[in-house]
């Protein structure tokens, strides 16, 4: 049985019978509306995005450490002032390279922090976004087969639908044995008559294949044990969806 072909949130047509192609919509729509074929969505991410958000996180912690470092300098500065002074030494050539030390030293740990920070946070919004792309994929696929069951079933309602007749405007299987028959009477000099008569496979494969230029898929389904209750004409089956 056909199924259709989905392609980015469309659906092609899958009957050439406008009236079919109307039921089935009509049947598409009401599933779509249950409920019970409800997709589902992730909140749109981005790797800046991400960035960002981590940003709001590590950039304090980054901070503190900062400031805790060059308290530890000022700290140091004061220790070797006092030394300084002790000794009378005042602002000697020596105080004054100690301090500068001190200051290169606290530049390269700050830097330090700065590469390590900037390094880590690079890292894990790239693996936070790797890992929101590929739940999006997974939801994707998911969105995708559920589509595509709904529209499996609106399909099977529809054919099935047809099959029984209740189908405005279409011509389901028993409404051409019958037409097939008073086609055949007429023919023949026969009344129509009223009634249902009986009629064999090969007298519908020759009435389709008169009326509509059809396949003989009566008689090929009956050998193989399939109902033909929902016989489609040549017409219609070429302009569904492969």
Known sequence: ????????????AMFGDANLQSQYDNIRSQLQGSGAYTPLSLPEQTLDGIAEQLAQI??????????????????QKAAIDVDAGSRGMGTSTWVTDAK???MSAEAADIAGMESDYASQLAGDALTQYQNYLSDKLRLDQYNQQLQAAME??????????????????????QQLQFQWQQTKNAASGGGGGSSKP??????????????YGGVPTVTENAAKGVSGGGYLPRSTKANMVK
């Open 1 to 12: 049985m056909p199924r259709l072909h989905y392609h980015g949130g469309t659906t092609m």
């Open 58 to 75: 590590y950039r304090p912690q980054v901070e503190r450490a900062i400031a805790q470092r060059s308290g530890a300098t000022k700290q």
């Open 100 to 102: 500068n030390r001190l």
């Open 152 to 173: 499996g079933a609106a399909y099977d309602q529809a054919m099935q639908q047809y099959a029984n007749g209740l189908v405005e405007g279409t011509l389901p299987y």
């Open 198 to 211: 009986t009629v064999t496979l090969e007298d519908i494969d020759k009435y389709l294949d008169e009326k």
